[in-house]
């Protein structure tokens, strides 16, 4: 039963999460880390990422059914009831709200709820009748890298403003070549995601887009000055990498599925690297 619950949680996406939001916080303090301040923020991240994460099953329980990587969550399989999942993510999301109000700051919970409300209220009915879906979930994405920044400045300015759009661009990335990776699975539970909907041409080309820009979010962090020469030539090397496997995908020979695995695991490697060096 604990078993069940945790894995209500989602662990994988709290913990590349707070992964983000530690390397937020880590690139703010610039070497003058609070530690309390920090075990702080991540808890009382993590809990509310968790609690969205809960409600995010609860919603998406009958789709879960239809879709084989996820025909056998808690929920989809009947192991838990509905009520105690309610209550569960309840008790997460206010225990980490509490936590954050409290032991760090109030821009920061701020923040928190409002990732919470976008991905919970907003993305997860809108993902089941809209392909735009993504553009609103992105924006959820992007909270844990600002509120673990936040924490420490206990400001939104311009850095902040840069880290959030690096965030939305390399999500819509990612998840458009997840789209496409996993297309059929998406159409046979109705889900109209953006590859659903468009050919795969279109869906490339919007991922190159999302690329480019998030290139130019990148760049931009550093020519204000607020990031250093190891994170321009970390961040120059990935991208190089990026844009040159997103022209991969527009031989008319490619396999899309697999070149869309490979866009999907690629951009894993993007966003733990620059968690990396935003950090040092």
Same mark, same amino acid.
């Given at each position: 039963? =604990? ?17 983000? !939001? ?8 610039? +070497? ?5 301040? #920090?075990?702080?923020?991540? &808890?009382?991240?993590?809990?509310? =990422?968790?609690? +969205? ?9 009958? $789709?879960?059914? #239809? ?6 969550? !808690?929920?989809?399989? *009947?192991? $838990?009831?509905?009520? *105690?999942?309610?209550?569960? +993510?309840?008790?997460?999301? %206010?225990?980490?709200?509490? %936590? ?12 928190? #709820? ?33 509120? +673990? ?13 840069? %880290? ?15 789209? #496409? ?9 109705? =889900? ?14 919007? =991922? &190159?887009?999302? $690329? ?21 030539? !970390?961040? &120059?090397? %990935? ?20 070149? &869309? ?17 935003? !950090?040092?």
């Amino acid at each position: 039963m =604990i078993k069940a619950y945790y894995s209500l949680t989602k662990p994988g996406m709290v913990r590349g999460n707070t992964i983000l !939001a530690a390397a937020g916080f880590l690139f703010a303090s610039q +070497g003058h880390v609070d530690l309390r301040l #920090l075990v702080s923020l991540l &808890a009382g991240l993590a809990l509310v =990422i968790a609690s +969205g994460c809960v409600f995010n099953n609860y919603i998406d329980r009958n $789709i879960d059914r #239809l879709m084989k990587r996820t025909e056998k969550r !808690a929920l989809a399989a *009947g192991d $838990i009831s509905k009520s *105690g999942v309610i209550v569960f +993510g309840t008790l997460l999301g %206010l225990t980490g709200l509490s %936590l954050l109000f409290f032991y760090v700051n109030i821009l920061t919970a701020c923040f928190a #709820l409002a990732g919470f409300v976008f991905y919970v209220i907003l993305y997860s009915p809108m993902k089941h009748r809209s392909e735009h879906a993504a553009l609103v979930g992105s924006v959820a994405g992007a909270v844990p890298i600002v509120a +673990g920044y936040c924490a420490v400045t206990n400001r939104f300015d311009t850095a902040a403003f840069i %880290l959030f759009l690096m965030l939305v661009f390399w999500q819509m990335a990612h998840f458009y070549a997840i789209s #496409l990776y996993r297309k059929d699975e998406y159409a046979a539970a109705s =889900i109209p995601v953006f590859s659903v909907k468009n050919s795969a041409r279109k869906t490339k080309i919007h =991922i &190159a887009c999302y $690329i480019f820009a998030f290139i130019v979010a990148s760049l931009t962090l550093y020519g204000r000055g607020t990031a250093g020469n190891f994170y321009l030539a !970390a961040v &120059a090397v %990935l991208c190089v990498g990026w844009v040159a496997l997103s022209l991969v995908g527009f031989k008319k020979t490619q396999n899309d599925a697999r070149w &869309a695995r490979r866009m999907f695991l690629y951009s894993l490697v993007v966003i733990l690297t620059l968690a990396v060096t935003l !950090a040092v």
